[in-house]
């Protein structure tokens, strides 16, 4: 597991605008040149319009240019002492941007579970069912 990649997801906490939950997210994803793109969850008095971390890090990747070809794993980290998962919203993206066989790494403190993309959401709606 990557150690630098789950210390820029811990780092982008601080940047978390999170007014009304209090609960920050971090997210960081691991490109093949080597670079790497954090995400945070983004809130709004329009409670609706969070952006969740994983799809601001998803979101700014793609429009850096990058493509789910180049996106090799993600870490999703808060600061609660106990495993955050996605929220069915980012999965959906998630399953979208990013292959089937990336690595999603959920931390907490010195733990780390880590699962495949496609595991979050078997049977998802995808472009194939238009
Ligand atoms: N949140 C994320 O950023 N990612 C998740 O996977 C779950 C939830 C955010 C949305 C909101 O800003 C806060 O966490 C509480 O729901």
């Not at 601080?14 to 983004?42: E, P, T």
């Not at 919203?89 to 496609?118: F, P």
Request: charged content about 20%; aromatic content about 8%; glycine content about 6%.
């Amino acid at each position: 597991m990557d150690h630098v990649l789950i210390k820029a997801a811990q780092d982008a906490l601080k940047n978390a605008y999170v007014k009304y939950s209090n609960f920050k997210v971090g997210a960081a994803i691991r490109l093949k040149d080597g670079s790497i793109i954090q995400g945070v969850n983004i809130e709004n008095a329009s409670y609706g319009l969070t952006n969740c971390a994983e799809r601001t890090a998803l979101y700014t990747a793609y429009a850096a240019g990058y493509t789910k070809e180049d996106i090799t794993e993600m870490v999703i980290t808060t600061e609660q002492d106990h495993l955050i998962s996605p929220c069915g919203a980012c999965r959906q993206v998630m399953s979208e941007l990013m292959l089937k066989d990336v690595q999603v790494h959920m931390v907490y403190g010195e733990n780390i579970k880590t699962v495949l993309n496609k595991e979050l959401l078997p049977w998802a709606f995808s472009e194939d069912d238009l």
